[in-house]
């Protein structure tokens, strides 16, 4: 019986690569941002939250790969077996500092670093992504998109001007609450996340649960 049970068991697949000169076991399946969690490795994400779908959109988690001739997304690259990666190579890291200037520079023109009156100022993924990669003032402009904060909701606040538009709302709000009242609208940096026909979380089926505020790295969504 206890032979049977084995025959039958499914054998995992392991997969051993090269992190930053660090030997790393995996399962199969396994991307390169948890092998790397798993190896103790720590990379900058912001789109990216365990438990939801992987977006890929914000790229600040890209990795050298040997080999590739372009960076990947670790929360979206498979671990592969032999693989060698770099998690901080001198590209990684000037490639990260330029991506994260243009998401900060379309944050809210008075939240540029400089976020004293946030209700995240305790606790604001843009402020330790900003000291982890060493950027301490930012070359762009910002822009000014210019949206109306949205306070139709008794219990939630939307401040569209701090949106960088991770998606992390939309998902937690679709893929964990099956609710789904976020969507993106325009293009470019005037990219924002709202709702149906931008009627107002309090003008829509929100049920309050504050899921989304907790998910938000920036403050644009707060009670």
């Known amino acids: 019986m206890n032979i049977q049970a084995n025959c039958c ?80 190579s001198p590209q990684v890291r000037e490639v990260r500092k330029n991506l994260f200037e243009l998401i900060i520079a379309s944050h809210h023109i008075d939240c540029n670093l400089n976020c004293l009156t946030c209700s995240r100022s305790q606790n604001c993924d843009l402020r330790e992504i900003a000291a982890d990669i060493g950027v301490s003032e930012i070359r762009l402009p910002p822009i000014d998109v210019g949206y109306d904060v949205d306070e139709s909701s008794y219990s939630i606040v939307r401040e569209p001007n701090k949106c960088i538009t991770c998606g992390r709302c939309i998902r937690k709000c679709d893929e964990i609450q099956s609710v789904g009242i976020f969507t993106t609208a325009n293009r470019g940096p005037h990219t924002v996340v709202t709702t149906f026909e931008d009627k107002g979380i309090g003008n829509v089926e929100c049920t309050n649960c504050g899921q989304c505020i907790l998910a938000c790295p920036t403050g644009a969504l707060h009670e």
């Open 9 to 88: 068991k499914e054998v995992q697949i392991m997969v051993n690569l090269e992190i930053d000169g660090q030997q790393v076991e995996v399962e199969e399946g396994t991307t390169i941002l948890e092998a790397s969690e798993k190896a103790n490795i720590k990379i900058p994400t912001l789109c990216y939250e365990e438990n939801l779908s992987i977006y890929g959109g914000c790229r600040l988690c890209v990795v050298e790969i040997e080999g590739e001739d372009t960076l990947k997304p670790s929360c979206a690259t498979m671990a592969e077996d032999g693989m060698k990666i770099r998690t901080h």
